[in-house]
């Protein structure tokens, strides 16, 4: 299947600081990829749809200023976590699907993660 | 949106059993994909099943798209079977393409 990465695998950063975690598809081309959170014992939840060249997609409740998405090329998507807070710490996880699918095929594929932890 | 309900939550087995996990949904869907994470937080695909039966190796599924529950099979557990198994949905509309709805997920643990 197809290979999503994710860079770092893990951080540790102060409070206030900003923190920006990449997320490629290393042989295929993602015209749309996904940001997800997860806490600790519990599901994937959906933050954000990153669009490539356009604006992210948030889902409610999440904080678009705090969570910058930036789709800048078909292969990377950045999540830049702003001013970060303890209660940020959370691991991030990316995901992909392959443009140009015909409707009846819809898998994705999902990266390593990124476990955030703020001080 | 659309319910997803994973049963059971914790599963116990010994090295060698079979299980059956489940997935329940709220609504008709499109796609349909199983995973497997692993201690480290990967989500490894195991099948991409939006309808009907799939098997590979000591695992299968089968998805009954017009009585909306999908079922993953695990034959001759092994310890590295063990982890979290979840089960994701989606269901097309014009701006929810690709938008999964994630299960709670069954934590599955092979003891030796």
């Known amino acids: 299947g197809a290979v999503v990465s994710q860079h770092p695998s893990r951080v540790i950063c102060k409070s206030g600081t900003s923190v920006k975690i990449e997320c490629r598809s290393l042989?295929?081309?993602?015209?749309?990829m996904f940001w997800y959170r997860q806490f600790p014992k519990q599901s994937l939840m959906l933050m954000a749809t990153?669009?490539?060249?356009?604006?992210?997609?948030?889902e409610q409740g999440v904080e678009k200023d705090k969570f910058l998405i930036n789709h800048a090329s078909l292969t990377l998507s950045t999540l830049t976590v702003t001013s970060a807070h303890p209660e940020d710490s959370s691991f991030y996880i990316c995901?992909?699907?392959?443009?140009?699918?015909?409707?009846?095929?819809?898998?994705?594929?999902f990266g390593p993660g990124t476990r955030l932890t703020v001080l | 949106g659309i319910q997803v309900e994973q049963s059971p939550p914790d599963l116990i087995l010994q090295e060698g059993a079979n299980s059956t996990l489940r997935c329940n949904f709220s609504?008709?869907?499109?796609?349909l994909q199983w995973f497997h994470q692993n201690p480290w937080g990967q989500l490894i695909n195991l099948f991409y099943?939006?309808?009907g039966t799939k098997q590979n190796g000591r695992l299968s599924a089968t998805t009954v798209a017009t009585e909306r529950y999908s079922l993953l099979y695990i034959s001759s557990s092994q310890t590295t079977d063990s982890g979290v198994y979840f089960c994701?949905?989606?269901?097309?509309?014009?701006?929810?393409?690709?938008?999964?709805?994630f299960g709670a997920g069954t934590q599955v643990v092979v003891t030796p």
């Open positions: 042989d295929f081309q993602a015209t749309t």
């Open positions: 609504d008709s869907v499109n796609n």
């Open positions: 994701a949905v989606e269901q097309w509309e014009t701006d929810s393409w690709g938008k999964f709805q």
């Open positions: 995901s992909a699907r392959e443009p140009g699918q015909r409707r009846g095929y819809n898998e994705q594929f």
């Open positions: 990153s669009n490539e060249g356009s604006k992210a997609t948030y």
């Open positions: 099943i939006p309808s």
